[in-house]
């Protein structure tokens, strides 16, 4: 969207997208949050958000001229081609900062698989964790999905 609503390049793209992923995450659990949290809201409300978001897309890529267009698309699906050693570290660091958060919330995730109720009567707080997780799940695509956004040209 950046691409073609802002005329962005591709380190402003990285940045709306993080940004927009952000902003989706948080909307979707806010959505989800009605009389407590149940895992079947929060699927239905992310496939609606998913749904809304896509078509919306597709909206500016037909709005948008054929470059402009092709430009975003481009960007959207991303490649692996000509990448090296360097984005191998960045993927790898990612990992290593991100992948102890997971490991500590190990047991609380094990409780929390019996429902909300049960793993709050064992002493693990559902929405704090579940808020730290999802954090952490946006934070760990950035730098595996950077990687593969196309570079700008020159």
Request: charged fraction near 20%; aromatic fraction near 4%.
């Amino acid at each position: 969207m950046a691409v073609i609503v802002l005329d962005a390049g591709a380190a402003q793209s990285a940045v709306c997208a993080v940004r927009g992923g952000v902003a989706t995450g948080a909307a979707v659990h806010l959505l989800a949050r009605k009389r407590g949290m149940h895992g079947y809201r929060l699927v239905l409300v992310g496939i609606c958000a998913s749904s809304v978001l896509g078509a919306a897309t597709s909206f500016l890529y037909l709005r948008a001229d054929i470059g402009k267009a092709a430009q975003a698309v481009a960007w959207t699906i991303g490649s692996l081609n000509a990448r090296g050693r360097h984005e191998v570290r960045v993927v790898a660091m990612g990992l290593a900062v991100l992948a102890p958060v997971v490991l500590a919330y190990e047991r609380r995730l094990t409780l929390w698989e019996m429902g909300d109720d049960t793993a709050a009567a064992l002493g693990v707080p559902p929405e704090r964790s579940r808020l730290v997780l999802l954090g952490e799940d946006r934070a760990r695509t950035v730098p595996f999905v950077a990687p593969t956004r196309s570079r700008p040209a020159g």
